[in-house]
């Protein structure tokens, strides 16, 4: 029997309840429609932002603490980032999914960290990582234990500013320690590189990456994207989530 789609998705950030819940409300009655397994993402902080006076967050405890409650009411498993080896026994309290951050995908120290929770590890491959390179961050993890693990494939820097995934990746990825499999999910919010926020292109890689084999996506998405404090014309507006969905399972 195939196994369920994984859809991680979510605003990019934790704004206030009200916009997680408006998020939450919308996805889980998608998810549930279509059957797939919702991961609700949102980050906590953001600590990789290009411009100093950029949003960086509300307070991690707070973040968190709106992050629990969506998990409790909605019955959802629920991810966020961490950004130090210190932060993973602290996200581990209010969160199901640890998400590693691509620019830290190979910190040594954040991985073990994480895999020592005993939750699941959703390793975001660097833009600039092989798939040899996340086969070590894999094994990294698996040194704890714990072989809970997924990679987000988000794709590989091409030239300036600009991303490209090659889906060769994907089997590559999900068979690259002979006697584990790892599922991978792609990412279609940011490795469309310059070109994030086109809806047609985000569906299009979306399709793609499940005709190659991917275990799932990774989307992000706000109902008030023009207004969005984090990554706003990155994401796809909340009233064309189910329509991304439906094109998905069809």
Known sequence: MKNKLIVIAGPCVVENKYILEQVADKITMIANKFDIDLIFKSSYRKANRTKLEAFTGIGDKLALGFLADIRKEYGIR?????????????AAKYVDVIQIPAFLSRQTDILIAAGKTGMTVNIKKGQFMSVDDIKYAISKIRSTGNKMIMVTERGSSFGYDDLVIDFRNIPLIQNCLNTYYTPVIVDVTHSLGKRAGNFYLTKLLAKAAIAAGADGIF??????????FSDGKRMIPLDR????????VL
């Open 219 to 228: 989307v992000e998405t706000h109902p008030d994207c023009e207004n969005a």
């Open 78 to 90: 629920v991810t966020s980032d961490i950004h130090s080896a210190e932060e993973a026994e602290l």
């Open 241 to 248: 989530f189910e329509e991304l969905i439906y094109e998905l």
